[in-house]
């Protein structure tokens, strides 16, 4: 799959795409520029705290349009001459201006998907869909077990959108599955500070933790699952064979020997085996089955 023509310019330099405006060249940065893409024009000022949370969103949903969206910031303390025209009220206040009109606007912080529909509604949806279709068929090959597709394809969207934490994360899950672990975590560092601590990235960050902690076994797996066939209440067995199915991305089947020790000792191990299982669950996602099921089982037994 080939995202690089199109909207996504292969060297676009996105500083061109947010520029900060004024009264004076509102007529050049927004009437003008809004005929050939649809411009955001962002009312601020330094003094608004909804307006330091909104801006960052609005600049990353902007960057990753490629260029099919434009974003003009304008500080009201400095330019009320159009803000007044335009009958601004209170900040912030976007509007969406198209072949010159405003066609359409919103007051207040609102969240990211709420500002893509925004953008949509504007008629500036094609590179925000060509990046979604883009991260879905990524995600279809990485499910099917297609790992140099996925790769390529979170490569592509990578190339076009260097700040895109799903391509990033994405790629980085393909490494891990590849049992690349050092190149995953040589992509997690190009995810931008402000998301290194998302969970998107934690997770990643602790399946490649499980990887590590497994692959240190000194047991061979087949020894282990040897003794908790002889001894099914080997505890330290079922624990190291859990750590060994982790390392080995089976996820569910060491989620299995944990739940099979917390069903008899929740508190084993000064609780080793539940801190383990949520690492599990982390590494794996919240919308993965291992996740949805495991926790539903932990809850049972907690709260029996």
Known sequence: ???????????????????????????????????????????????????????????????????????????????????????????????????????????????????????????????????ENALNAAREAFQNGELDESAAIYAQIIQAVPDNLDALVGLARCMVAKKDYERAKEVLALVPEESQKSPQVKSVLTAIELADDGSSSSAPTSDLSAKIAENPDDFDARFEYAKSLSAADKHEEAAEQLLAILEKDLTWNEGAAKEQLLKIFEAAGPTAEVSQKGRRRLSSLLFS
């Open 1 to 131: 799959m080939d995202i690089s023509s199109g909207s996504f310019p292969a060297d676009g330099d996105n500083a061109q795409w947010i520029i900060d405006g004024s009264d004076q060249t509102f007529m050049q940065d927004v009437v003008e520029a809004s005929k050939h893409a649809v411009v955001l024009v962002d009312f601020w000022a330094p003094w608004c705290g909804p307006c330091k949370t909104l801006i960052p969103t609005l600049e990353k949903v902007v960057n990753q349009a490629n260029g099919a969206v434009r974003m003009v910031k304008i500080n009201i303390d400095e330019n009320q001459g159009v803000a007044g025209q335009l009958g601004v009220r209170s900040v912030p206040t976007v509007f969406a201006f198209k072949d010159g009109q405003p066609v359409d606007g919103f007051q207040g912080a609102i969240p990211e998907t709420q500002i893509i529909e925004f953008i949509k509604k504007a008629g500036a949806g094609g590179a925000l869909e060509q990046i």
